[in-house]
Nanobody
Framework: QLQLVESGGGLVQPGGSLRLSCAAS????????VGWFRQAPGKEREGVSY????????YYADSVKGRFTIARDNAKNTVYLQMNSLKPEDTAVYYC??????????????????WGQGTQVTVSS
């Protein structure tokens, strides 16, 4: 079982920034497709961003496009989610997930077999 640990969440004012980290242990995260998801209270899980393995592309939900950036640091075995211009509606628990094979419907999360424990992001003044 892959181990993923998220960090970097917290309380930030609207318009602020946070950088979430998804660190892997015991395996090379570079081999895996990695996604970021979020779930707000009373809402369904939402796919936020996804980065393919092997230097493939990155994808974003329309709600975060232009504000969030996903990136890998293979030397640190970590995938980051840089979140800028945060809005109150970005408030949620954010999870990272990984798998070797992910289809075009990555945003459903159903193809991801390994998940982290989540980190809370709260955007409020």
């Amino acid at each position: 079982q892959l181990q993923l640990v998220e960090s970097g969440g917290g309380l930030v004012q609207p318009g602020g920034s946070l950088r979430l980290s998804c660190a892997a242990s015991g395996f090379s995260l570079a081999r895996f497709n990695v996604g970021w998801f979020r779930q707000a209270p009373g809402k369904e899980r939402e796919g936020v961003s996804y980065i393919r393995n092997g230097g493939g592309g990155a994808y974003y939900a329309d709600s975060v496009k232009g504000r969030f950036t996903i990136a890998r640091d293979n030397a640190k075995n970590t995938v980051y989610l840089q979140m800028n211009s945060l809005k109150p509606e970005d408030t949620a628990v954010y999870y990272c997930a990984a798998d070797l094979r992910v289809g075009s419907d990555w945003y459903t999360g159903t193809d991801f077999g390994s998940w982290g424990q989540g980190t809370q992001v709260t955007v409020s003044s």
